[in-house]
């Protein structure tokens, strides 16, 4: 059964449009604003008060993510990005005074997108449920990575800059399980297949597909990450 109602999913991602993080508001209070400061915090205001993240505080995503979380009013989750990501770096974040909401993965919320340029990082992460309201149940569901593709201006070309995470929502763990040099082109299309033997998450867990590079990121309006994969 779960074979016949699996989906392949594609996802793409260009310069600055990964969201790092979403939040999703499940209070009954007005909300006021959702904004982002980027290096600074990102504060989430509702006619009950006001939450305010400080990233001097909540260094990574994920940190910054699990405070969201342990409010009364709001929800987040970790999307296109590493648990590990910093968030005190200026502009790792894209600023926005006022995040407008959105609404999709069957709820209305907000993304807080990754500056791909200054973090030096391009993720995607494949998982059954994009949603911070964790719509979808995770049991008895798993990913699974068809193929994935990029054009990329990397700093240096260099190994061990093309990887592949497993995110276990449990033991919150992130590790990686494959491992690829990156090129670097404006042009030339890099591509990873592995449709005659996809790379299979555990049940309930998340791939996360990242090209990265140690000093920079050029932007380029060609650069891009793209992947394939099924949700079963």
């Given at each position: 059964?779960?074979?016949?109602s699996?989906q392949?999913?594609?996802?793409?991602?260009?310069?600055d449009?990964?969201?790092?993080?979403?939040?999703?508001?499940?209070g009954?209070?007005a909300?006021?604003?959702?904004?982002?400061t980027?290096?600074?915090?990102?504060?989430?205001?509702?006619?009950?008060?006001?939450?305010?993240?400080?990233?001097?505080?909540?260094g990574?995503?994920?940190a910054?993510v699990?405070?969201?979380?342990?409010?009364t009013?709001?929800?987040?989750?970790?999307?296109d990005?590493l648990?590990?990501?910093?968030t005190?770096?200026?502009?790792?974040?894209?600023n926005?005074?006022g995040?407008?909401?959105?609404?999709k993965y069957?709820?209305?919320?907000?993304?807080?997108?990754?500056?791909?340029?200054?973090?030096?990082?391009?993720?995607?992460?494949?998982?059954?449920?994009?949603?911070?309201?964790?719509?979808?149940?995770?049991?008895?569901?798993?990913?699974?990575?068809?193929?994935?593709?990029y054009?990329?201006?990397?700093?240096?070309?260099?190994?061990?800059?093309?990887?592949?995470?497993e995110?276990?929502?449990?033991?919150?763990?992130?590790?990686?399980i494959?491992?690829?040099?990156?090129?670097?082109?404006t042009?030339?299309?890099?591509?990873?297949?592995f449709s005659k033997?996809?790379?299979?998450?555990?049940?309930?867990?998340?791939?996360i597909?990242?090209?990265?590079d140690?000093?920079?990121?050029?932007?380029?309006?060609?650069n891009?990450?793209?992947?394939?994969?099924?949700r079963?």
């Amino acid at each position: 059964m779960r074979a016949l109602s699996a989906q392949v999913t594609g996802l793409k991602v260009t310069e600055d449009q990964p969201i790092a993080f979403r939040i999703t508001h499940i209070g009954t209070a007005a909300i006021t604003s959702v904004a982002v400061t980027t290096g600074t915090s990102c504060v989430l205001i509702d006619a009950d008060g006001t939450t305010t993240v400080t990233f001097a505080t909540y260094g990574t995503v994920g940190a910054a993510v699990d405070y969201i979380n342990s409010s009364t009013n709001w929800r987040a989750k970790v999307l296109d990005s590493l648990r590990t990501q910093i968030t005190t770096g200026a502009n790792t974040l894209v600023n926005n005074a006022g995040l407008i909401a959105n609404t999709k993965y069957g709820e209305s919320g907000y993304d807080v997108l990754l500056d791909t340029t200054v973090a030096f990082a391009f993720p995607i992460r494949c998982t059954y449920d994009r949603s911070a309201s964790n719509l979808a149940p995770r049991g008895g569901h798993r990913v699974k990575l068809v193929n994935f593709e990029y054009v990329m201006n990397v700093g240096t070309a260099a190994a061990d800059k093309v990887r592949v995470y497993e995110w276990d929502p449990i033991l919150k763990t992130e590790t990686q399980i494959f491992s690829a040099p990156s090129v670097d082109s404006t042009s030339t299309v890099t591509t990873h297949d592995f449709s005659k033997a996809p790379i299979t998450a555990k049940e309930g867990n998340d791939l996360i597909v990242l090209v990265t590079d140690n000093a920079a990121i050029t932007h380029a309006t060609t650069n891009y990450l793209q992947a394939l994969y099924i949700r079963e």
